[in-house]
């Protein structure tokens, strides 16, 4: 039996799973929304919040299925659809794919039909994730207990230290943004729309304060996500092309 990424037995069982994952996420939207009834919360903001987080995911959700299609030239369609709908860290599946494909000496720009290369591939998306699982439960609490004792303690230095923790996140991803700035004009691309989503989310900060916007907060990083997407999508092709 011949292998091909894209085999109909392969879409069900990521379909099989995706299923599942949307069954469990309305189910607990469904036990949210009643709890939040019981404890006298008005539908109103409820609605609100639904539509605002509803919208928040309108920006990654692009990025993902860029993703998805950037992925499935190499790996067919049902793993990328899989692995981004479950997990869809974007910044993690794409170079995790690529560098055990450079280490395979596997090309990029063909399909996949060796299953020990599709296989190998599966197993370092999965593996290096995989820590995460065991992170959370062992030190989340621990964590968490010590930077809500020091936010007591000095509120502005806990700011701080959440501050430090997220650019820290942010720049283990930034290696990526400037691996192939000596390449040319080309390899400034990603610097390029890293400042034009800058300064759309300070433009949306500015009229959030100014113009008294306060209901710009909630979209404040969707729109300046889908900014940086489009002028991506249109710089790409004249500097890159």
């Known amino acids: 039996m011949n292998f091909h990424p894209n085999s109909t037995i392969l879409f069900l069982l990521a379909g099989a799973v995706i299923v ?14 009643r709890r939040a009834k019981v404890l006298g919360l008005e539908t109103g903001k409820l609605r609100k919040t639904v539509v605002s ?10 990025s993902i299925l860029l993703g998805v299609i950037t992925l499935s030239k190499f790996l067919g369609l049902p793993l990328p659809w899989l692995r981004l709908s479950v997990i869809g860290a974007i ?3 794409l170079p995790a794919a690529t560098s055990t494909a450079n280490a395979l ?27 995460g699982l065991l992170w959370v439960p062992l030190f989340a609490k621990k964590i968490q207990k010590g930077l809500v ?4 303690k000095d ?7 959440m501050n430090a923790m997220f650019l820290g996140m942010i720049s283990a991803f930034l290696g990526m943004v400037f691996a192939d700035i000596r390449t040319g004009l080309a390899g400034w691309i ?6 034009v989503s800058a300064v759309l989310m300070a433009l949306c900060g500015v009229l959030i304060k100014k113009c008294n916007l306060k209901w710009l907060e ?17 710089i790409t092709p004249v500097i890159g092309g």
């Open 149 to 152: 004792k020091m936010k007591g």
């Open 190 to 195: 990603p610097i390029f729309v890293l400042l």
């Open 105 to 131: 000496g596997v090309s990029l720009s063909e399909t996949v039909m060796d299953p020990k290369v599709y296989t190998a591939i599966c197993w370092v998306m999965t593996l290096g994730i995989f820590p």
């Open 218 to 234: 909630n979209y404040a990083i969707p729109i300046s996500m889908l900014g940086a997407m489009v002028f991506a999508a249109v």
């Open 91 to 93: 910044t993690y599946e």
């Open 155 to 161: 509120d502005k230095w806990g700011d701080l230290l």
């Open 20 to 33: 599942f994952v949307i069954a469990q996420s309305l189910f607990f939207l469904i036990r949210a929304w």
């Open 53 to 62: 987080a509803a919208v928040f995911t309108i920006a990654p959700a692009v």
